[in-house]
Protein backbone atom coordinates (compact mmCIF):
# COMPACT_ATOMS: atom_id res chain seq x y z
CA UNK A 1 0.00 0.00 0.00
CA UNK A 2 1.01 3.83 -0.21
CA UNK A 3 3.58 4.75 2.38
CA UNK A 4 5.00 8.19 3.20
CA UNK A 5 7.36 9.15 5.46
CA UNK A 6 8.18 12.45 6.53
CA UNK A 7 11.55 13.87 7.76
CA UNK A 8 13.74 16.85 8.20
CA UNK A 9 11.42 19.32 10.56
CA UNK A 10 12.98 20.69 13.55
CA UNK A 11 13.45 23.80 15.89
CA UNK A 12 14.87 26.75 13.50
CA UNK A 13 15.80 30.46 14.17
CA UNK A 14 13.50 32.80 12.14
CA UNK A 15 15.44 33.44 9.35
CA UNK A 16 16.90 29.95 8.77
CA UNK A 17 16.46 27.27 6.45
CA UNK A 18 15.41 23.54 6.70
CA UNK A 19 14.99 20.43 4.13
CA UNK A 20 11.67 18.30 4.51
CA UNK A 21 12.10 14.88 2.64
CA UNK A 22 9.56 12.31 2.01
CA UNK A 23 10.09 8.99 0.82
CA UNK A 24 7.78 7.03 -0.80
CA UNK A 25 6.81 3.66 -1.44
CA UNK A 26 4.03 1.52 -2.74
CA UNK A 27 2.93 3.03 -5.62
CA UNK A 28 4.45 4.24 -9.25
CA UNK A 29 5.84 7.07 -7.58
CA UNK A 30 7.15 8.60 -11.17
CA UNK A 31 3.73 8.65 -12.47
CA UNK A 32 2.06 10.52 -9.67
CA UNK A 33 2.51 14.21 -8.30
CA UNK A 34 3.30 14.79 -4.72
CA UNK A 35 2.28 17.99 -2.37
CA UNK A 36 3.28 19.30 0.63
CA UNK A 37 0.64 20.99 2.98
CA UNK A 38 0.93 21.79 6.61
CA UNK A 39 -1.10 22.75 9.97
CA UNK A 40 -0.57 24.81 12.39
CA UNK A 41 -2.31 24.27 16.09
CA UNK A 42 -5.75 25.30 15.74
CA UNK A 43 -5.80 25.89 12.36
CA UNK A 44 -7.11 23.87 9.10
CA UNK A 45 -4.46 22.01 7.02
CA UNK A 46 -2.86 24.19 4.18
CA UNK A 47 -1.80 23.41 0.92
CA UNK A 48 1.99 24.60 0.46
CA UNK A 49 2.97 23.08 -2.18
CA UNK A 50 2.81 20.36 -5.07
CA UNK A 51 4.79 18.96 -7.96
CA UNK A 52 4.30 16.98 -11.26
CA UNK A 53 4.90 13.43 -11.72
CA UNK A 54 7.36 14.68 -14.10
CA UNK A 55 9.05 17.31 -11.72
CA UNK A 56 8.06 19.83 -14.62
CA UNK A 57 5.75 21.46 -13.30
CA UNK A 58 4.98 23.27 -9.65
CA UNK A 59 2.75 24.90 -7.48
CA UNK A 60 3.66 27.38 -4.37
CA UNK A 61 1.11 28.92 -2.27
CA UNK A 62 1.67 32.94 -2.26
CA UNK A 63 3.40 32.62 1.41
CA UNK A 64 5.62 30.36 0.62
CA UNK A 65 6.42 31.85 -2.86
CA UNK A 66 10.41 32.80 -3.56
CA UNK A 67 11.45 31.52 0.03
CA UNK A 68 10.33 27.50 -0.59
CA UNK A 69 11.24 25.21 -3.24
CA UNK A 70 9.69 21.37 -4.09
CA UNK A 71 11.71 19.28 -5.94
CA UNK A 72 11.59 14.88 -6.45
CA UNK A 73 13.98 12.49 -6.94
CA UNK A 74 12.10 9.58 -8.93
CA UNK A 75 14.91 7.37 -8.62
CA UNK A 76 14.91 7.75 -5.10
CA UNK A 77 10.90 7.95 -4.83
CA UNK A 78 11.60 11.13 -2.80
CA UNK A 79 10.10 14.73 -2.87
CA UNK A 80 11.64 17.62 -1.52
CA UNK A 81 10.85 20.80 0.05
CA UNK A 82 13.54 23.33 0.61
CA UNK A 83 12.31 25.97 2.44
CA UNK A 84 14.43 29.25 3.83
CA UNK A 85 14.19 32.72 5.05
CA UNK A 86 11.76 30.64 7.47
CA UNK A 87 8.86 32.86 9.88
CA UNK A 88 7.70 31.99 13.09
CA UNK A 89 4.41 31.80 11.35
CA UNK A 90 5.60 28.89 9.04
CA UNK A 91 5.34 27.20 12.70
CA UNK A 92 3.42 23.87 11.69
CA UNK A 93 3.43 20.38 11.12
CA UNK A 94 4.39 18.96 7.60
CA UNK A 95 2.99 17.04 5.56
CA UNK A 96 3.40 15.18 1.98
CA UNK A 97 0.93 13.21 0.09
CA UNK A 98 0.74 12.16 -3.26
CA UNK A 99 -2.43 12.66 -5.74
CA UNK A 100 -4.49 10.34 -8.03
CA UNK A 101 -2.94 12.73 -11.06
CA UNK A 102 0.16 13.40 -12.88
CA UNK A 103 -0.43 17.05 -11.40
CA UNK A 104 -2.80 18.52 -9.19
CA UNK A 105 -3.09 22.05 -7.04
CA UNK A 106 -6.76 21.10 -6.14
CA UNK A 107 -6.40 19.88 -2.28
CA UNK A 108 -8.90 17.38 -2.27
CA UNK A 109 -7.35 15.51 -5.25
CA UNK A 110 -4.18 14.46 -2.74
CA UNK A 111 -4.63 11.07 -0.67
CA UNK A 112 -2.74 8.94 2.18
CA UNK A 113 -1.20 11.64 4.42
CA UNK A 114 1.82 10.52 5.96
CA UNK A 115 2.68 10.89 9.65
CA UNK A 116 3.82 14.30 9.44
CA UNK A 117 7.14 16.38 10.82
CA UNK A 118 7.41 18.83 12.87
CA UNK A 119 8.83 22.44 12.08
CA UNK A 120 9.37 25.43 14.88
CA UNK A 121 10.49 28.71 13.95
CA UNK A 122 11.67 30.81 17.04
CA UNK A 123 11.50 34.72 16.81
Known amino acids: QVQLVESGGGLVQAGGSLRLSCRASGFSFSTHGMGWSRQAPGKERESVSTISGSGGNTYYADFVKSRFTISRDNAKNMVYLQMSSLKPEDTAVYYC????????????????WGQGTQVTVSS
Open 97 to 112: ATTYYPFSTDPQTYYS
